[in-house]
């Protein structure tokens, strides 16, 4: 069953409030949020996640050099003992609904072998974001960021207990980002919870394959043997998942494109009817579909009746995701794909030009992820936006610690 480890977290010293330091992960920032934040603190976290590279290749020895710096001259310090930290995000939904994710970040321990029962990834991966992020830990040896992991056991919110803050940040999202140290009397009972049922990878799966093959490479180095996650009971009360929609690039008539492959539905001229289109597609489940002429609904084949829908496990198989790629991907052609969570930001981007269009769809629920996990089979890359995102740099993890 999974293993999590307390270790030394690497952890900025100064102020408590880490807003001016911390990042988003790297994987959701733009360029123009890169330059935003490498002005806003000269030892925020993106210049170790998101390296430049004045050479090829020479950003990951960058980082390394800057964690050696910043610990050098004091902006970083090492915890004195290991320890498992509690960490929380306290945020409201899009409808105002005031909410809280609350988990603990400890080193996971990496199983033997791939298939196993203990740590599930839920998504397929992308080769390139793989081939990167194992440059950046070769250089660094360091866990940059968690892995976010959900607990299929019952009863881990409760063992945190109460929380004595060490450390916070505001987001740009208005979430405030809270971490303490855990007791360490309370940790064997965290640890027993963990071990008591499998944990589904959330986010970070890139991470976690990529600390697999270095852990491969450096067989006898035991700190290559775990990765820093942060870990959360898989309950409804303590997630929010949000869709991630599909904008598209380099189709000048996509709605000709696609009439071949879907029954494509006009619903309103221009993106003001964005509230309607997403009504429908929940009453009619459909998908929805944004260009510069307008909204409309994307009616997939029948599952029952579509041929290639009939190697789709039953638990994927209302998942939008998966309709997206075998019900409406084919019609595509030779296009680029970039991925967002918000459909009103999607259709910026369709009216200024950005992206031909949009492919909106519906989010994956808990129970969903749940099924899937525990089914042993993977969803779509980009099929899941849990938020909101911990913030990287509220603690490092080096792997000697």
Known sequence: ???????????????????????????VIDDDERAALEHLDPHNAVQLILP??????????????????????????????PRLYAYR????????????????IGALG??????????????RTLPKARSD????????RANLDPIWGLSLAVGLTAAIGPMDVVHHAVDATGTHHEIAIIDPVRVPEIQRIVASAPIVIADGH?????????????PDDPGAGQIMAFVVELTEEELCVRPIHRLVHGVPDLRAQLA????????????????????????????????????????????????????VPDVLREIDAVCFD????????????????????????????????????????????????????RMPEKTTYFFPKPRTGMVFRELDA
Not at 12 to 25: E, K, N
Not at 61 to 71: C, L, S
Not at 133 to 139: I, P, S
Not at 206 to 218: D, I, L, P, V
């Open 1 to 27: 069953m999974p293993e999590l480890f307390p270790f030394r977290g690497l952890r900025y010293t100064g102020a408590p409030d880490l807003s001016a330091v911390t990042a988003p992960p790297y994987d």
């Open 52 to 81: 430049r590279h004045e050479h090829e290749g020479d950003g990951y020895e960058r980082a390394a050099d800057m964690v050696r710096e910043w610990k050098a001259s004091g902006v970083l310090v090492r915890d004195p003992e």
């Open 89 to 104: 995000m306290t945020f409201e939904t899009t409808e105002g609904e005031p909410r809280h994710t609350m988990g603990i």
């Open 110 to 123: 990496l199983p033997e072998n791939a298939d196993n029962d203990e740590v599930l990834p839920h998504e």
């Open 133 to 140: 992020r194992l440059a950046l830990l070769r250089a660094t």
């Open 206 to 218: 890139h991470r976690y394959e990529t600390a697999r093959t270095y852990r491969s490479e450096h």
């Open 260 to 311: 071949g492959h879907v029954e494509v539905e006009p619903c309103g001229e221009g993106t003001d009817g964005m509230a309607v289109l997403i009504r429908r597609m929940r009453e009619e489940g459909a998908l929805g579909f944004v260009d510069r002429e307008g909204v409309a609904l994307l009616h997939l084949p029948n599952m029952a009746t579509h041929a290639p829908f009939a190697e």
């Open 326 to 377: 075998i019900g409406v991907r084919p019609g595509l052609g030779d296009v680029e794909l970039t991925y967002r969570d918000d459909s009103a930001h999607c259709a910026a981007l369709v009216d200024k030009g950005a992206a031909e269009a949009a492919v909106l769809l519906e989010p994956v629920s808990v129970a969903q992820i749940r099924a899937a996990a525990i089914a042993g089979v």
